[in-house]
């Protein structure tokens, strides 16, 4: 059992997925501030470096700019993202620019790591 405020991590990689970049798995904690819904509680599912993808409780219309708040192994993130999908109530967000180059090294440090971690899990 995974402690609550500790990140759940792993690799995930679909081979029908066009990403540019990976995704990766991590749980943590999301404040989603919409202006058509106010601010938003829910959790993370993966990462990649061009966006997020997290669990929410009311629906948000997709094509909007939101800001997102969430805090990954190297520090807290402050970013501005925009509704790409939403299957059931999961979201997909992409990061919009211009974000601040200190979000973006957090984010991409947090991948790099998790990069890793997936690595040294795979070797097992």
């Known amino acids: 059992m995974e402690a609550q405020d500790q990140p759940a991590v ?8 066009k ?6 798995k991590i749980e943590v904690k999301i404040t ?5 819904c106010g601010r938003l509680k829910g959790h993370t ?9 997290a669990m929410l409780r009311i629906e948000v219309p997709l094509g909007e700019l939101m800001e997102l708040e969430f805090i990954l192994p190297f520090g807290p993130v402050n970013i501005y993202a925009m509704v790409r999908q939403r299957n059931a109530f999961r979201y997909g967000f992409q990061f919009v620019a211009p974000s601040s180059a200190k ?5 991409q440090s947090t991948c790099r790591q998790l990069s890793v971690e997936q ?3 795979s070797e097992l």
């Open 19 to 24: 990403r540019r970049q990976p995704r990766f």
């Open 45 to 53: 599912v993966d990462i990649s470096e061009s966006g997020i993808s």
């Open 103 to 107: 979000e973006m090294k957090i984010i």
């Open 10 to 17: 792993g690799y995930t990689r679909d081979p029908l997925d």
């Open 119 to 121: 690595s040294l899990l």
């Open 32 to 36: 989603v501030n919409s202006r058509s």
